[in-house]
């Protein structure tokens, strides 16, 4: 009998990390090359050049145009997307039978739409709890009723 082999991702907009459970009693241990992070940065940081300007529609004055999205949310985002990515090619590759992800409710919500409809379908849980300062070893108290650590 194959053992299921459970990961769960822990993220926020920053950093993330992926831990194995391959049964119950057998805990929690860090995947190899699957931590990661970007560094934090405020849209300040990522918009360094001045806006552009643009006329205005009544009158003669010129106004500072404003991006049509903010910086920082896109930045995150796209680095829930690679996150996403990269389960997607290990789920093919058989790496994981089962997925539980526990994300600040933001980075949540960018990686619920990032999901293929094939990865969609082996999350078994979400827990919508930032964890990513959490030590591993403390981290089945808040994965209790989720999975038997």
Do not use: Y
Not at 40 to 51: F, G, H, W
Not at 82 to 104: N, P
Not at 131 to 143: E, F, G, S, V, Y
């Amino acid at each position: 009998m194959k053992k299921t082999i459970t990961w769960i991702l822990i993220a926020d907009g920053s950093q993330a990390r992926v831990l194995e459970n391959t049964g119950p009693g057998k805990g929690l241990k860090q995947v190899r090359g699957l931590d990661f992070s970007i560094p934090a940065m405020q849209a300040k940081d990522i918009m360094a050049d001045r806006p552009g300007r643009a006329f205005s529609s009544v009158g003669t004055g010129r106004s500072a145009m404003e991006p049509k999205t903010d910086p920082v949310e896109h930045r995150e985002a796209e680095f829930c997307k690679s996150m996403a990515e990269m389960l997607d090619k290990s789920l093919q590759k058989g790496a994981f039978d089962r997925l539980v992800i526990a994300a600040a409710p933001i980075t949540l919500g960018n990686i619920r739409k990032a999901l293929s409809p094939q990865l969609k379908k082996s999350v078994m849980a979400e827990l919508d709890k930032d964890l990513t300062n959490i030590p591993t070893a403390a981290l089945d108290k808040h994965l209790d009723g989720i999975i038997a650590v």
